[in-house]
């Protein structure tokens, strides 16, 4: 089994932010980059715990998505909604984020 290298899942992680942004809300990419990256830091800690959870075979990806979508952290996205931007399109963009990091850690997982 590989270690997971956890900076480098971080900076995938971030790298990953900007690409959901420009999939999921078209004119706001940098306040959406702002946001998610913002979100990847305040959750950082738990991140390191659920992707060594994941490796170990502790957690499945379904209980990392439950874990995600639970994350305070992920609902805040401040400058989306000073921004003005309605619920609809901050929820895209939240479950963009969240399935972005399963995909990311699970797949680092299976590397």
Not at 16 to 42: M, P
């Amino acid at each position: 089994m590989n270690v997971i290298n956890f900076d480098q899942l971080y900076e995938n992680l971030r790298s990953g932010v900007e690409s959901v942004a420009k999939e999921s809300i078209d004119g706001y990419v940098s306040q959406a980059t702002r946001d998610g990256k913002n979100a990847l830091q305040e959750i950082r800690s738990n991140l390191v715990r659920w992707a060594t959870e994941v490796e170990t075979g502790a957690l499945t990806g379904e209980d990392l998505q439950f874990l995600l979508q639970e994350e305070t952290a992920l609902e805040e996205l401040t400058s989306l909604k000073e921004a003005g931007l309605a619920s609809v399109q901050i929820d895209k963009f939240r479950n963009g984020l969240i399935n972005m990091i399963i995909g990311t850690v699970t797949g680092a997982v299976k590397a």
